[in-house]
């Protein structure tokens, strides 16, 4: 098999996916993208899904943590803002 990994995109051959499309399909991971080409040219794109969100349901606490860095306190920013502050 000829598989040509890109950031979040795989190519493989129409002949490839026929013969192995269910376990492509589970190798994806959630917005990766499989092209699949014939004659060296893309003819289909797969995407994997994202698991939707329950409704209702809160997201757990921490899932952008260690996402936000902050540099140093500093209210002298707040000064440009005095204005429009109560």
């Known amino acids: 098999m000829t598989i040509r990994a890109h950031p ?18 589970h190798r994806l991971n959630p917005g990766e ?10 003819v289909a794109k797969l995407v994997s899904e994202s698991p939707k969100p329950i409704a209702g349901l809160r997201p757990p606490p921490g899932l952008c ?7 140093a306190d500093d209210d002298e920013h ?3 803002f005095a204005e429009y502050m109560p």
């Not at 979040?8 to 399909?25: F, G, K, S």
């Open 78 to 80: 707040l000064k440009d």
């Open 65 to 71: 943590k260690g996402m936000i860095t902050i540099v």
């Open 8 to 25: 979040i995109m795989t190519t493989v051959t129409i002949q490839e996916a026929q013969a192995q499309l269910p376990d492509l399909i």
């Open 33 to 42: 993208e499989l092209v699949i080409t014939e004659n060296d040219r893309p």
